[in-house]
């Protein structure tokens, strides 16, 4: 296991978005390269090849067991594929023990998302490792680790009944000691999955997979995507449920219209203070109050217990699992000039629906939320693109959503009221919704988006876990055709050389990172900015 470090080095700052304290994530310790890592293969001399983590998996939750209300009865796929078609009926399921009161803990899958062509370097070997030791073995089962690998030369046989055969793609895809959580798909799965949706590829249909994935391994309560390109400075399991636990805290009152802000607690003040804001601005405007739906969808969420938010007193919804937990706002893209704000497959002519997205398609989505982006497009042929479709089904279903403001660092000089009115602009209802929307696709703002610490393209977070790693600078790096010393930020470039022998390692807080595509020294061809 990891450890860590009380308290955190000297000038380090504070997150400039998000909070330690709202979201109750310990941000008083830190961790340096090696008591992160070491135990998980930079430091610990053990014999990797001869590791089967999904077998450790199954153990632990076999050892478990009653700590969960149901188990399969059947095991798990053997041939390690997606059904070339969606089952004919739901998985049986058993008691594990007799009803009592005793309070059952939930279950959720870590979905890793990998692709054939990737490498597998060394640090993401360990990252993988770490996820299975913090999340499934070190909570006695309550994760599950997967790896949901999509084959990408169709020539590869993944559904062969030749289990030599299939030993031989697992060897050529996947570390061994990894054999046995894999889980592969190809174009062909997803095409005959969802028939009636022409789209399929990865980026515009990336929820495709996982939907499912949550059809044929049915005994889990939630399902959590995570990227590959994504690192946890801190113990992920404490990162999650601080998420999930800060996620069943919010209440249902003006939720839609908080999740659309970056939360900057220079500009905002406490959270308790930000809830105030909302609440005095949002007088006498639309608050989304129980579904927004379209005449195709019949809601399942819960109705409101009263007619209008203004008879709530913040109760409806404190203390109710969130069907969606995202690490970015959600925000409304309708009249925005967001690039895929109108990308809808199979909706009538003439409907503008109701809709939200939220970057970054790593997030936590129900079991009941995925049954209804299944359905949706397999029966009625309805598909969105890929960062719209869990938040818009939400929207129409009536089901809880919420952003969580992890602590995000911005690699700048910019101050809180700067950035507060870049990024949230608009009315109080409609908040980065209209012409104005930090999230436009117009690159207006990408000298801001690069240097954060979790984005969809962003230099900042690379820069700051090579640094971490004990990397060198890279002097010739161009991001947005500008070098580090640029006028409008990377401060933490300032200075230049690490030295570790005079300051000893970086020891960073807990922070989630993305996006990483070189965690060699040598620096390979992808980019986490496209060029």
Known sequence: MMSVYPGIQKDFPSPMLGSYSATGI?????????????????????????????????????????????????????????????????????????????????????ILRARSDME?????????????????????????????????????????????????????????????????????????????????SPGLQDWQPLQAFSRVFQDFDYYWQVDMSSRFTGHTYHFLEKSAEFAKRQPRKYLWERNAYFYIPGTHGTWKNFLRRIQSSMKGRMSVWGPKSIPQVNPVGPSPPVASPDDDDYEWGVGEEADLITFLPIFDPTNTDWLFGDHFWGIPKGLNPPRAASVVAMARVSKNLFHQMHDL?????????????????????????????????????????????????????????????????????????????????????????????????????????????????????????????????????????????????????NMPVPL
């Open 120 to 200: 597998w370097t060394e640090n993401l070997k360990q990252n993988v490792r770490l996820l299975i030791m913090e999340l499934s073995l070190h909570s006695g089962a309550e994760y599950e680790v997967f790896i949901l690998l999509h084959v990408k030369d169709e020539r590869i046989p993944i559904y062969t009944k030749d289990p030599q055969v299939m030993n031989n793609i697992k060897a050529q895809l996947v570390p061994a000691e990894f054999h046995d959580m894999v889980v592969f798909f190809n174009d062909h799965t997803l095409a005959s999955w969802y028939r009636k949706v022409e789209e399929h």
């Open 377 to 525: 497009q397999a029966q009625q042929g309805i598909g969105i693109f890929t960062e719209m479709t869990a938040p818009t089904l939400a929207l129409w279903h009536g089901l809880k959503a919420v952003y969580v403001p992890h602590p995000l660092y911005v690699d700048g000089k910019w101050t809180p009221k700067e950035l507060g009115r870049i990024m949230n602009p608009g009315e109080p209802d409609k908040i980065n919704g209209g012409e104005n929307s930090f999230w436009n696709w117009d690159h207006r703002w990408d000298h801001i988006l690069y240097r954060m610490t979790y984005m969809f393209t962003t230099q900042t977070a690379e820069d700051f876990y090579r640094r971490w790693l004990g990397y060198p600078m890279d002097p010739k790096q161009y991001t947005d055709g500008l070098r580090h010393q640029d006028e409008q930020g990377r401060s933490w470039f300032d200075s230049g050389d690490l030295r570790e022998d005079l300051y000893g390692p970086l020891c960073f807080p807990s922070m989630l990172l993305h996006t990483i595509k070189n965690t060699n020294e040598k620096k390979g061809p």
């Open 26 to 110: 310990d941000g008083y310790v830190c961790a340096d390269r090696f008591s992160r890592l070491g135990a998980y293969g930079s430091a610990s001399g053990v014999n990797w090849n001869e590791t089967n983590w999904g077998s450790l998996q199954a153990q632990c939750f076999e050892r478990n067991a009653g700590r969960y209300p149901q188990t399969q009865t059947d095991s798990r796929p053997v041939d390690s594929t997606l059904p070339h078609h969606p089952p004919l009926s739901t998985r049986a399921f058993r008691n594990q023990a007799p009803p009592s009161s005793l309070q059952h803990k939930t279950r959720s899958a870590i």
